[in-house]
C-alpha cells in the first residue's frame, strides 16, 4: 500500500541505434495480485540483445512489446506475496517480470533460484545464456574433441560460456571479439586464440588461427565477421546460428553472407535454434553447468549496473559492446 512501482516503458519504437528518448520512466501503483500468481519484488534485471526486436514491430518468434507498455525481460526476484500454493514469500525466482520493480506473474512462469550459487548466476552462466551455450553447442553445433570452434562475441554472456564448453571437450578454441575483451578472451575463458574482428586483415587471421579451417562456427553476431568466418570453414562444418546481434539496429540487414557457395564446397550444415525450444531439457543443462561451475571448469563474468533507471543507457551500450561480461541491472538489494 502506498509502494510505487517504477517501470519503463517504450515511448517510441527505435529507428536503427536505441535512444533514451525510445524509453520513459513511469510510476505506476503496484500490481494487484491474482489467484494463482505471486507478487515479486525485482531484485536483478537481466539485459538481452534480443529485446531490441521486441522494440520493433517486424514479424518474429514472440510478440512486439506495444507503446506505452513495460520492457519484457526476465528478472530475478523475491516473492513477497503468494496465492499459490506453489510457493511462498521469501523465495526467490526467475521470471518474465520486465523492466520495472513490481511484478505479478504466474506460479507456472517460474524457476527456483538455484541455492547454490549467487542468486544473479540463474540470468547467466545458470540461466538462460549458459543454457543458450549448452545446448546451442552440444546439441545444434555438435563438436567432437580435436575440432577448431570460432566463436564470435565471444568475451559476451553466450560467448563466454560456449569457448569454455567447447574446450572441456577438447577442441581448440578461436574467439572474435572487440580490442579491449581480447585478454579476457584467453585467460579468464580458455580461449586458445583472440582475434579483433574489426582489424582490416581478419580472413588473414583467421587462416592464422584455423590453418584447417573452422569445424564449428558458433554464431553471435552474424553480418561481416560471418562471412569472413563462413569462407573458413572446413569440410563438414557445423554453423549454430544462435543471434545476429551486428544485424539488430538496422533497419534493413546487410547482405552476408554473400557467397552461399560455402555450403555446397564445404557441406555445412548451418542451424537456427531458439534456446526455449529446449525447455524440456533445462534440468539437464542446468545440472551439469552447475557442476561445471562448482568443479571450478567453468567461470563467467557479471557485468552490473546499479538502478532501474540505468536499463536504457546500459541496453544501448550492450548493442555497441559497452558490456564486459554477461550485464545485469541490480534492481533493488536483498
Ligand atoms: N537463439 C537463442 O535462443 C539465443 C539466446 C540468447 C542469446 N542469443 C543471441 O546470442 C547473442 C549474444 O547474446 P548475449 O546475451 O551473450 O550478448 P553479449 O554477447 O553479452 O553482448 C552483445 C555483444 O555483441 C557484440 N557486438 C555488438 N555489435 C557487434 C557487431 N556489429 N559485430 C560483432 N559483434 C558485435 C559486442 O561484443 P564486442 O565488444 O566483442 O563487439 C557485444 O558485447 C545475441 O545475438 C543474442 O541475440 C540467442
Given at each position: 500500500?502506498?509502494?510505487?512501482?517504477?517501470?519503463?516503458?517504450?515511448?517510441?519504437?527505435?529507428?536503427?541505434?536505441?535512444?533514451?528518448?525510445d524509453f520513459a520512466l513511469v510510476e505506476a501503483?503496484?500490481?494487484?495480485?491474482?489467484?494463482?500468481?505471486?507478487?515479486?519484488?525485482?531484485?536483478?534485471?537481466?539485459?538481452?540483445?534480443?529485446?531490441?526486436?521486441?522494440?520493433?514491430?517486424?514479424?518474429?518468434?514472440?510478440?512486439?512489446?506495444?507503446?506505452?507498455?513495460?520492457?519484457?525481460?526476465?528478472?530475478?526476484?523475491?516473492?513477497?506475496?503468494?496465492r499459490t500454493r506453489r510457493h511462498s514469500p521469501?523465495?526467490?525466482?526467475?521470471?518474465?517480470?520486465?523492466?520495472?520493480?513490481?511484478?505479478?506473474?504466474?506460479?507456472?512462469?517460474?524457476?527456483?533460484?538455484?541455492?547454490?550459487?549467487?542468486?544473479?548466476?540463474?540470468?547467466?552462466?545458470?540461466?538462460?545464456?549458459?543454457?543458450?551455450?549448452?545446448?546451442?553447442?552440444?546439441?545444434?553445433?555438435?563438436?567432437?574433441?580435436?575440432?577448431?570452434?570460432?566463436?564470435?562475441?565471444?568475451?559476451?554472456?553466450?560467448?563466454?560460456?560456449?569457448?569454455?564448453?567447447?574446450?572441456?571437450?577438447?577442441?581448440?578454441?578461436?574467439?572474435?571479439?572487440?580490442?579491449?575483451?581480447?585478454?579476457?578472451?584467453?585467460?579468464?575463458?580458455?580461449?586458445?586464440?583472440?582475434?579483433?574482428?574489426?582489424?582490416?586483415?581478419?580472413?588473414?587471421?583467421?587462416?592464422?588461427?584455423?590453418?584447417?579451417?573452422?569445424?564449428?562456427?558458433?554464431?553471435?553476431?552474424?553480418?561481416?565477421?560471418?562471412?569472413?568466418?563462413?569462407?573458413?570453414?572446413?569440410?563438414?562444418?557445423?554453423?549454430?546460428?544462435?543471434?545476429?546481434?551486428?544485424?539488430?539496429?538496422?533497419?534493413?540487414?546487410?547482405?552476408?553472407?554473400?557467397?552461399?557457395?560455402?555450403?555446397?564446397?564445404?557441406?555445412?550444415?548451418?542451424?537456427?535454434?531458439?534456446?526455449?525450444?529446449?525447455?524440456?531439457?533445462?534440468?539437464?543443462?542446468?545440472?551439469?553447468?552447475?557442476?561445471?561451475?562448482?568443479?571450478?571448469?567453468?567461470?563467467?563474468?557479471?557485468?552490473?549496473?546499479?538502478?532501474?533507471?540505468?536499463?536504457?543507457?546500459?541496453?544501448?551500450?550492450?548493442?555497441?559492446?559497452?558490456?564486459?561480461?554477461?550485464?545485469?541491472?541490480?534492481?533493488?538489494?536483498?
Amino acid at each position: 500500500v502506498g509502494i510505487v512501482n517504477r517501470r519503463i516503458t517504450l515511448a517510441a519504437r527505435p529507428v536503427g541505434e536505441p535512444t533514451e528518448a525510445d524509453f520513459a520512466l513511469v510510476e505506476a501503483p503496484v500490481p494487484e495480485l491474482g489467484d494463482g500468481e505471486v507478487l515479486v519484488r525485482t531484485r536483478w534485471l537481466s539485459l538481452d540483445p534480443y529485446q531490441r526486436g521486441r522494440m520493433s514491430s517486424a514479424r518474429s518468434y514472440a510478440a512486439p512489446v506495444e507503446l506505452g507498455e513495460v520492457i519484457t525481460g526476465e528478472a530475478v526476484g523475491e516473492i513477497v506475496e503468494s496465492r499459490t500454493r506453489r510457493h511462498s514469500p521469501g523465495e526467490l525466482v526467475v521470471g518474465p517480470f520486465g523492466w520495472q520493480e513490481w511484478a505479478t506473474a504466474r506460479a507456472g512462469s517460474l524457476r527456483a533460484v538455484s541455492g547454490a550459487a549467487p542468486p544473479s548466476t540463474s540470468l547467466h552462466v545458470l540461466g538462460m545464456t549458459g543454457l543458450t551455450a549448452y545446448f546451442g553447442l552440444f546439441d545444434v553445433a555438435r563438436p567432437r574433441p580435436g575440432d577448431t570452434v570460432v566463436v564470435s562475441a565471444a568475451a559476451g554472456a553466450v560467448g563466454q560460456v560456449v569457448g569454455q564448453l567447447a574446450r572441456m571437450t577438447g577442441c581448440h578454441t578461436v574467439g572474435l571479439a572487440s580490442a579491449g575483451k581480447l585478454e579476457d578472451l584467453t585467460e579468464t575463458y580458455g580461449y586458445d586464440t583472440a582475434i579483433d574482428y574489426r582489424r582490416e586483415d581478419l580472413a588473414a587471421a583467421l587462416k592464422a588461427a584455423c590453418p584447417h579451417g573452422a569445424d564449428v562456427y558458433f554464431d553471435n553476431v552474424g553480418g561481416a565477421v560471418s562471412d569472413a568466418v563462413s569462407r573458413r570453414l572446413a569440410v563438414g562444418a557445423r554453423v549454430a546460428v544462435c543471434g545476429l546481434v551486428s544485424q539488430y539496429n538496422l533497419a534493413e540487414p546487410e547482405l552476408a553472407p554473400r557467397n552461399l557457395g560455402f555450403l555446397i564446397v564445404s557441406r555445412v550444415r548451418m542451424e537456427g535454434f531458439l534456446v526455449t525450444d529446449y525447455r524440456h531439457r533445462f534440468p539437464e543443462g542446468l545440472g551439469r553447468l552447475q557442476r561445471w561451475v562448482e568443479e571450478g571448469r567453468l567461470t563467467y563474468r557479471e557485468d552490473v549496473v546499479e538502478g532501474l533507471e540505468q536499463a536504457p543507457r546500459a541496453f544501448i551500450g550492450l548493442l555497441r559492446g559497452e558490456n564486459r561480461g554477461k550485464l545485469l541491472v541490480k534492481v533493488a538489494d536483498a
